[in-house]
């Protein structure tokens, strides 16, 4: 790798400083982790620097997993097994558990029943669609999370040293082999991905101040950073997002399978348990305020029914049955930008409302 004192190709021109930071609650964990990770990303330097890691803010935009429970299988043996691949990969991509087909494999002995709609193409693949609440019954009666369409969207970062001993990046410009492995790992699991534009410039570590990772993240409208380093065959993977960072080395696959594995804990729910969550929202100036707010939160995955509770000048109260808990909910919401927490509403009710405020 180059010395810390050269310029490095980079696909990123150093986006402005956002007016807004804010602080994370695991900040100094991460900022440990960071420093460790420096050492092997000498170009990341300043990732190191003393002091609270500070992590700047962005608008959050989550992204709709629209073919959630559907998957295209190469037919390697007969239609029948192909059939039973297909649907274990979609039990994995709605729970978040890499387990979830060999946890179940006694009830997939017949995956036709669970089939919408399918077709076989002409190089050989199965392309499926399942119907989702039988799959959700299916994972909910094996006491197996479900985690909704609503995802996180991760930025990539992949820098693939050659032969040659220099790094280059892996873009959305260019055709890479390594793009397309980790694409392919991302639809099976489910994960929206974004990759860098190339740019015109490069940067110096000295240009990189804190927090640079989630900043950049935020540019692209993405949630985390996915940040690889490849070589000699072995890829180190390190997944920063505002809960936290996690790091894991392997192959290339293996960073979609931490950052998988990681927002799956967070915000898969149990399919077989409902709350009622008590929302305040204010904001709501008029009609089509009202009918954004409503038609967003009924057509969420943890939603299950919404109820109005009171419409008093611009606050609308609402009472939602959820999949999960309020916590899953606020982290759930918080993907989008729509509705902006603010501080717990006053109520007569254990543990108070969750209260938001709308912003069109």
Known sequence: MPSSGSFVPSPLSPPPRPKKAVTSGRACEALGLLRRVASSYRWLS?????????????????????????????VQGSRDAAFVDALKTVLVKVSGQRDAGARLAGEIGDPRQYVQRYSFTGDGSLEVGFD?????????????????????????LLSV????GLARWITADVMAHERDAIARAARDRGLPLKWPALGATGFSPAEIDPGVLLQVAAQYDADAVLLGRSSGGLVHWTLVQQEGAAETSGSLEDGVHLAAD???????????????????????????????????????????????????????RLRLAVRGDAETLKRAIALDDRLVALEAAPTGEAGGALAFRYQP
């Open 46 to 74: 300043q990732l190191a620097l003393l002091g609270p890691l500070v992590l700047f803010a962005g608008r959050a935009q989550a992204v709709t997993v629209s073919d959630l429970y559907e998957t295209s299988q190469p």
């Open 262 to 316: 990681t927002f799956a804990r967070i915000y898969a729910v149990s399919g077989s348990t409902l709350d009622s969550v008590v929302m305040e929202i204010s904001g709501i100036a008029g009609l089509d305020a009202y009918a954004d707010t409503l038609n967003y939160l009924e057509g969420m995955t943890l939603v299950r029914s919404v109820a109005v509770e009171q419409m008093a000048g611009d606050k609308l």
């Open 161 to 164: 040293e050659g032969a040659d």
């Open 132 to 156: 989702g609440p039988s799959i959700d019954k299916l994972l909910s009666g094996a006491g197996l999370p479900i985690w909704g369409r609503e995802r996180p969207a991760t930025l990539v």
